[in-house]
């Protein structure tokens, strides 16, 4: 998408530079809240750290991922305003991938902004989106983001939910649902407590997924099974925290 940006791609900040061009651009559709610049700034900084690279254990994290949407009744994906302005095509792709809804779910929550996210997510290929039917709540939290719908998120066994708030991860995991996390910050809540944490930026962690997803399509239930049991948390946060705080740029 050269076209975005007026940035040559030999800049040696060219993808950085895209991404907060789309951030910038997502504000003014009304797709992204304002404090949305802020999350990505905040990201960016640890993505820096983290050599701004996919590490071993972030793509294995991604192959567990898409082990579980691939083995679940019913997975949904979460979309927040940030997630549309960044991958919108790629979180529609993986949604047709592994069978998955699409749902968006929102902080700063206006019948106009979720609109606007539907429609940009209906540009890029979105069939359906839930999110504006919010008849159900999940327990346990007072904010906006506790609106889900019914036959959504709140039905789902497998819930990817990038960018996430820590409190609404909590919730949804007091709900007996698997969560699948993408934040850059491993010592983030919803890290934590997430049974598959991808400590890696979204615009590389959801195409992983897809990527994965594709070539275990045809794999057994076994196979799949074998793969989420095999699968370390603990061990990822780990290595993704000692990979920041070392500071092992590429």
Do not use: C, W
Not at 49 to 68: M, V
């Amino acid at each position: 998408m050269t076209d975005e940006v007026d940035v040559p791609e030999s800049h040696p900040r060219y993808e950085s530079l895209l991404t907060r061009h789309r951030i910038e651009a997502g504000v003014e559709q009304g797709v992204t809240h304002l404090q949305g610049l802020l999350a990505q700034g905040r990201g960016e900084a640890l993505d820096y750290l983290l050599g701004e690279r996919t590490i071993p254990s972030a793509d294995a994290a991604a192959r567990a991922a898409a082990a579980h949407l691939l083995l679940a009744d019913h997975p949904v994906l979460s979309v927040n305003g940030n997630v549309a302005a960044l991958v919108p095509g790629e979180i529609v792709e993986l949604a047709g991938v592994v069978g998955a809804d699409l749902e968006v779910n929102i902080f700063n929550r206006s019948e106009e902004r979720l609109d606007a996210i539907v429609e940009h997510l209906r540009e890029h290929g979105a069939d359906a989106v839930k999110g504006r039917t919010a008849d159900a709540r999940i327990p346990g939290i007072d904010h906006e983001r506790a609106r889900v719908d019914a036959d959504g998120i709140y039905a789902a066994d497998v819930v990817l939910v990038p960018l996430e708030d820590g409190d609404r991860a909590e919730a949804l995991g007091a709900m007996g649902k698997t969560e699948i996390v993408i934040d850059l910050n491993p010592l983030s809540r919803s890290n934590q407590v997430a049974a598959v944490p991808i400590v890696d930026n979204l615009v590389r962690a959801v195409p992983n997924i897809t990527r994965h997803a594709r070539e275990l399509r045809t794999a057994e239930r076994d196979e799949l099974e074998r793969i989420v049991d095999e699968f370390d948390a603990g061990a990822h946060l780990e290595a993704a925290e000692r990979a920041i705080r070392q500071g092992e740029l590429a």
